[in-house]
């Protein structure tokens, strides 16, 4: 039994390109499995011929192949929790750099999930450097809720929200990528958004610690530079004023 389920979390689900990123992938079992002890699974096979049964005809001329297939794994992850009856999932893209505190606030975050009304969302990362009001934050409180999505690298999801997902599907096909597409379920109450904070993951092709290919090398000092510095002044400085 993997660390996961006595987190409360059923499957722990990461979406992975199917060619050239066995760098990436080596440093998933590195970390998420021998450092933390989970157990995930990679979505890593070619699913083409699934797309036209979920994504609007002209898809291709709205997004590149690498964009409807990320945002295919995910949906294909969606139906995966609802197979199965998975109360409650992990899903990460293939480079998260998790925080310090990334086990004891996972804890805390799927704990009070339990107060929640089924049907939700919780976005874990800080991609967007967008966080809550400082005026709501709450020393003992660690989801809030928000009216768009923080990027698709990592969030929990239940089942309830899952199922509505692949139902929506079925009168209306994804015409967006994942993150966009999301904001639209928003808005069209599929599911209720939640921002964990503080946020417990990054993602290493937005803070500069990998390149958007399949390297997991340095992606170069100044766009390191320029994330750390936008992260301090979002994180700390803007929440002064954000009341």
Same mark, same amino acid.
């Given at each position: 039994?993997?660390?996961?389920?006595?987190?409360?979390?059923?499957?722990?689900?990461?979406?992975?390109?199917?060619?050239?990123?066995? &760098?990436?992938?080596?440093?998933?079992?590195? +970390? #998420?499995?021998?450092?933390?002890? /989970?157990?995930?699974?990679? =979505?890593?096979?070619?699913?083409?011929?699934?797309?036209?049964?979920?994504f609007v005809e002209d898809i291709h001329r709205?997004?590149?192949?690498?964009?409807?297939?990320?945002?295919?794994?995910?949906?294909?992850?969606?139906?995966?929790?609802? &197979?199965r009856g998975d109360k409650i999932a992990l +899903? #990460?893209?293939?480079?998260?750099? /998790?925080?310090?505190?990334? =086990?004891?606030?996972?804890?805390?975050?799927?704990?009070?999930?339990?107060?929640?009304?089924?049907?939700?969302?919780?976005?874990?990362?800080?991609?967007?450097?967008?966080?809550?009001?400082?005026?709501?934050?709450?020393?003992?409180?660690?989801?809030?809720?928000?009216?768009?999505?923080?990027?698709?690298?990592?969030?929990?999801?239940?089942?309830?929200?899952?199922?509505?997902?692949?139902?929506?599907?079925?009168?209306?096909?994804?015409?967006?990528?994942?993150?966009?597409?999301?904001?639209d379920l928003i808005n069209e109450n599929v599911?209720?958004?939640?921002?964990?904070?503080?946020?417990?993951?990054?993602?290493?092709?937005?803070?500069?610690?990998?390149?958007?290919?399949?390297?997991?090398?340095?992606?170069?000092?100044?766009?390191?530079?320029?994330?750390?510095?936008?992260?301090?002044?979002?994180?700390?400085?803007?929440?002064?004023?954000?009341?």
């Amino acid at each position: 039994m993997g660390k996961e389920k006595e987190l409360g979390i059923d499957h722990v689900y990461v979406v992975h390109a199917p060619k050239g990123y066995e &760098r990436h992938e080596k440093r998933l079992y590195d +970390i #998420l499995g021998r450092q933390y002890g /989970f157990d995930f699974e990679l =979505l890593d096979k070619d699913s083409d011929e699934l797309i036209p049964f979920y994504f609007v005809e002209d898809i291709h001329r709205i997004m590149n192949q690498g964009a409807v297939r990320c945002s295919l794994n995910h949906i294909m992850f969606y139906e995966a929790i609802v &197979r199965r009856g998975d109360k409650i999932a992990l +899903i #990460l893209e293939d480079d998260p750099y /998790f925080s310090k505190h990334f =086990l004891k606030y996972l804890q805390q975050i799927v704990v009070e999930s339990q107060t929640l009304q089924s049907g939700f969302f919780i976005s874990l990362e800080n991609s967007t450097l967008k966080f809550p009001p400082r005026k709501v934050i709450k020393k003992d409180k660690r989801l809030y809720e928000a009216s768009y999505g923080r990027c698709a690298g990592a969030y929990l999801i239940d089942n309830t929200a899952a199922k509505n997902i692949i139902d929506r599907l079925k009168q209306n096909k994804c015409d967006k990528v994942i993150d966009h597409w999301h904001n639209d379920l928003i808005n069209e109450n599929v599911f209720k958004m939640y921002w964990a904070h503080p946020t417990c993951v990054e993602q290493g092709s937005i803070n500069g610690k990998m390149s958007a290919n399949n390297s997991t090398q340095h992606a170069g000092i100044i766009r390191r530079i320029s994330w750390i510095s936008q992260k301090f002044y979002k994180t700390y400085i803007l929440q002064i004023f954000n009341i």
